[in-house]
């Protein structure tokens, strides 16, 4: 049997608006991170690893595509749920660095 991603991004976009122009950041992202897997994401500074980051804890909603965590869409739940993901994410973000 195959194992399953704990974390799927699937095609994800995000631009930001600064003052009349659109920046695209995120351009169709995709990553699968499995169990007992240690993932790094390197690149210049400015390149989005910040960005990507933060649609992973939940933080930053993307423009489009998903983030599925354990198969479910972090930005599909429930307010309380995602209060709740955002919490524990960012506690684990900040023992973990
Ligand atoms: N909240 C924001 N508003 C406008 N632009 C942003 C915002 N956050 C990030 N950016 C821009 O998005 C790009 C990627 O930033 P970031 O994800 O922090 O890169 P990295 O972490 O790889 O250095 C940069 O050009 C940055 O200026
Ligand atoms: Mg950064």
């Given at each position: 049997m195959h194992k399953q991603p704990i974390i799927k991004i699937e095609n994800i976009k995000k631009s930001f608006k600064v003052g009349k122009n659109l920046i695209p950041v995120l351009k169709d992202i995709n990553l699968d991170v499995f169990p007992d897997e240690f993932s790094l994401i390197t690149g210049?500074?400015?390149?989005?690893k910040s960005t990507l980051l933060n649609t992973i804890l939940g933080l930053e909603k993307p423009d489009s595509g998903r983030v599925l965590v354990e198969n479910k869409d972090i930005y599909q739940k429930k307010e309380d749920q995602i209060a709740k993901f955002k919490s524990l994410a960012s506690f684990i973000s900040s023992q973990t660095g």
């Open positions: 210049p500074s400015g390149c989005g």
